[in-house]
C-alpha cells in the first residue's frame, strides 16, 4: 500500500507538476479576460447611460423655413388629409404629437381663439391655455368645416381609413385617395408612415418633436420672454430651468437688446452733462 502511495506520488510530482502550471497560466489568463469582459461590460453600461442623458437633454433642432414649406407641400399631398393639419398646428401652437392626436372639440375656442390642452404628457402641460394665432385659427375652422356633425367631446383628429376611388367625370383607370370611413369617437392612431412618406419626399430629416423645437425657437428669437414661452410650451418649474440652459445661445440676441435699451442717446448725455455743470 505504501508502495503504491509512493508511486503516485511520484507519478504526480513528475507528469502532473508541469501540467498544473499551464493550468494556473490559463486560469490567470481566463481571469484577465474576464476582468476586461467585465470593465468594457461597464464602459458600454455607462456609454449608454450617458446616451440616454443625451438624449433625455436633447430639445431638437429648429427646421428653416424653406425646410418648412417643402414639408408642408409633401404634407398636403399626403394620403392622410390631416398631416397637413397636424404639422400646421405644431408649428404654431408648439402642442406635442400626444396633445394633438388626444385633442377633442370641446377644447377648441373659436370666439376666445384659443386651444385648451387635455392629456398631456407632464402634470404643468396639462389644462394649459394657448392662444391661436391667424394662421392657426384659419386652419382650425377649414379642418372643422369638414365635420358639420361634430361635437364637443369628438376627437379633432378622428380614426379614418382610406381606399382609392374614381370619379365619374375623370378618365378611365385615374383614381385618387379618400376617407371610405371615420370615427371621431376614436382619435386616430398615428401618423407616422404618413409623416416619414412627406419627410422623404421633401428631402427634410426632422422628428415631429423638432417642430415644437421650431416654434419655441422663432418665439425665443423674436424676443418673447422665456416664462412667456414655458407657459406656451408647458414646461415644469425643473424643464423651465434645464432649458433656459439649453435654449441660453438664443437669449444672448435678446439679452443685447436689452442693455441697448438702456444707452442714452449721445446728444442727451452730454445735455445732462453741461446741465449738472452749470448747477455747481
Given at each position: 500500500?505504501?508502495?503504491?502511495?509512493?508511486?503516485?506520488?511520484?507519478?504526480?510530482?513528475?507528469?502532473?507538476?508541469?501540467?498544473?502550471?499551464?493550468?494556473?497560466?490559463?486560469?490567470?489568463?481566463?481571469?484577465?479576460?474576464?476582468?476586461?469582459?467585465?470593465?468594457?461590460?461597464?464602459?458600454?453600461?455607462?456609454?449608454?447611460?450617458?446616451?440616454?442623458?443625451?438624449?433625455?437633454?436633447?430639445?431638437?433642432?429648429?427646421?428653416?423655413?424653406?425646410?418648412?414649406?417643402?414639408?408642408?407641400?409633401?404634407?398636403?399631398?399626403?394620403?392622410?388629409?390631416?398631416?397637413?393639419?397636424?404639422?400646421?398646428?405644431?408649428?404654431?401652437?408648439?402642442?406635442?404629437?400626444?396633445?394633438?392626436?388626444?385633442?377633442?372639440?370641446?377644447?377648441?375656442?373659436?370666439?376666445?381663439?384659443?386651444?385648451?390642452?387635455g392629456t398631456s404628457k407632464t402634470e404643468s402641460g396639462a389644462g394649459r391655455m394657448i392662444p391661436?394665432?391667424?394662421?392657426?385659427?384659419?386652419?382650425?375652422?377649414?379642418?372643422?368645416?369638414?365635420?358639420?356633425?361634430?361635437?364637443?367631446?369628438?376627437?379633432?383628429?378622428?380614426?379614418?381609413?382610406?381606399?382609392?376611388?374614381?370619379?365619374?367625370?375623370?378618365?378611365?383607370?385615374?383614381?385618387?385617395?379618400?376617407?371610405?370611413?371615420?370615427?371621431?369617437?376614436?382619435?386616430?392612431?398615428?401618423?407616422?408612415?404618413?409623416?416619414?412618406?412627406?419627410?422623404?419626399?421633401?428631402?427634410?430629416?426632422?422628428?415631429?418633436?423638432?417642430?415644437?423645437?421650431?416654434?419655441?425657437?422663432?418665439?425665443?428669437?423674436?424676443?418673447?420672454?422665456?416664462?412667456?414661452?414655458?407657459?406656451?410650451?408647458?414646461?415644469?418649474?425643473?424643464?423651465?430651468?434645464?432649458?433656459?440652459?439649453?435654449?441660453?445661445?438664443?437669449?444672448?440676441?435678446?439679452?443685447?437688446?436689452?442693455?441697448?435699451?438702456?444707452?442714452?442717446?449721445?446728444?442727451?448725455?452730454?445735455?445732462?452733462?453741461?446741465?449738472?455743470?452749470?448747477?455747481?
Amino acid at each position: 500500500m505504501n508502495g503504491d502511495v509512493a508511486f503516485t506520488a511520484t507519478k504526480c510530482s513528475a507528469d502532473t507538476v508541469p501540467l498544473l502550471s499551464a493550468d494556473r497560466t490559463a486560469l490567470i489568463d481566463f481571469g484577465s479576460q474576464q476582468a476586461h469582459l467585465q470593465q468594457g461590460r461597464r464602459q458600454i453600461a455607462k456609454g449608454q447611460r450617458a446616451t440616454a442623458r443625451r438624449a433625455s437633454d436633447d430639445v431638437g433642432r429648429a427646421i428653416t423655413r424653406e425646410q418648412e414649406a417643402l414639408l408642408l407641400a409633401a404634407c398636403q399631398s399626403s394620403r392622410s388629409r390631416s398631416l397637413h393639419i397636424a404639422v400646421l398646428l405644431a408649428l404654431n401652437t408648439c402642442m406635442r404629437y400626444s396633445e394633438l392626436r388626444l385633442l377633442k372639440w370641446e377644447r377648441v375656442n373659436f370666439v376666445a381663439r384659443t386651444v385648451t390642452v387635455g392629456t398631456s404628457k407632464t402634470e404643468s402641460g396639462a389644462g394649459r391655455m394657448i392662444p391661436l394665432n391667424p394662421r392657426a385659427l384659419s386652419i382650425l375652422r377649414f379642418w372643422a368645416a369638414l365635420f358639420p356633425n361634430r361635437e364637443p367631446e369628438h376627437y379633432v383628429f378622428p380614426s379614418e381609413k382610406y381606399g382609392l376611388a374614381q370619379r365619374k367625370d375623370e378618365p378611365k383607370g385615374s383614381t385618387r385617395v379618400c376617407v371610405h370611413s371615420s370615427d371621431a369617437t376614436k382619435p386616430i392612431g398615428r401618423w407616422k408612415e404618413a409623416w416619414e412618406g412627406a419627410k422623404a419626399q421633401a428631402g427634410v430629416q426632422c422628428r415631429f418633436h423638432d417642430l415644437r423645437h421650431t416654434g419655441c425657437t422663432r418665439m425665443l428669437e423674436a424676443g418673447v420672454p422665456f416664462s412667456v414661452v414655458a407657459s406656451i410650451m408647458g414646461w415644469s418649474a425643473s424643464t423651465t430651468v434645464r432649458m433656459a440652459k439649453r435654449y441660453g445661445h438664443i437669449g444672448v440676441r435678446a439679452q443685447r437688446l436689452a442693455v441697448e435699451a438702456l444707452c442714452e442717446p449721445v446728444s442727451d448725455a452730454a445735455g445732462a452733462q453741461n446741465r449738472a455743470q452749470s448747477k455747481r
